[in-house]
């Protein structure tokens, strides 16, 4: 067992007939929403492709050994445990999260549990998606860009929304926003802005693009869902971040 979520076990398995690694979802059936979120992950699964979702193999729906229901996902395996514009229809994804972004062996980021968060939000509601999905509102590429802003701020600062400093109404996009500019070494990831020995870095680029990407976060998350900056842009924002960088 390689993970463990409010729905299902995750189980590391190797396929007889190649020895190919799988990942394999048990679902936890006793928990209310389970099997209906099954049918959902199956039925949203079996009318898209894209390269950066992880892909389902195949699905078991059986009896186990000790004649219980057994309900299962097999993904490919992604070893190192485009949205919305590149794909014809636009994709949703409800529930982006680190714990959701997987890596494989080159290291090439693919977004887990495509699906399930439609039929499981309000019963577990993520501190990563947006208000209007809290209200019932329609689900929409505009809450992705939310979590999204919340994935790029929990990556840089490596600080989870639910970390102990947040309190009395301090929260991580305030945490991000009142260091921007001249705290922004305060806020971020240790590892990315002091050497193994605690030395801050002496390197300004470092700050810059660090200080950059923390504004696109913020401007991820506006309150009125239709202001937040649309997909398209952050990524051609990240890009030019990412160019700037390895020039120097």
């Known amino acids: ?61 059986s009896i186990d050994y000790q004649g219980n229901d057994f309900k299962a996902l097999i993904y490919e395996y992604m070893a190192n445990d485009y949205l919305h514009h590149q794909s014809g229809t636009p994709l949703t994804h409800c529930d982006i999260k680190p714990n959701n972004v997987l890596l494989d062996e080159d290291f090439v980021a693919h977004l887990g549990d495509f699906g399930l968060a439609r039929s499981s939000y309000l019963s577990s509601l993520s501190i990563h998606v947006c208000a209007e999905y809290a209200t019932g509102n329609t689900f929409s590429t505009y809450g992705d860009v939310y979590s999204y802003r919340i994935l790029l701020l929990e990556t840089f600062t490596g600080r989870s929304p639910t970390d102990e400093i947040f309190k009395d109404g301090l929260n991580l996009h305030d945490f991000v926003k009142r260091a921007i500019p001249e705290q922004v070494k305060n806020v971020s990831d240790p ?58």
């Open 1 to 61: 067992m390689i993970g463990s979520g409010a729905f299902s076990f995750l189980y590391r398995g190797i396929l007889e007939e190649n020895g190919k690694f799988v990942a394999i979802k048990v679902l936890k059936l006793q928990v209310r929403g389970a099997s209906k979120s099954f049918l959902t992950k199956c039925e949203a699964l079996r009318h898209i492709k894209h390269r950066n979702l992880v892909k389902l193999l195949t699905t078991c729906s």
């Open 191 to 248: 590892k990315l802005v002091y050497d193994e020995m605690g030395r801050l870095i002496r390197n300004n680029k470092t700050i810059e693009c660090l200080t950059l990407i923390f504004q696109v976060g913020i401007a991820c998350s506006v309150e009125s869902a239709k202001d937040r900056m649309d997909i398209a842009n952050v990524v051609n924002e990240l890009n030019v971040i990412k160019d700037a960088f390895l020039r120097n």
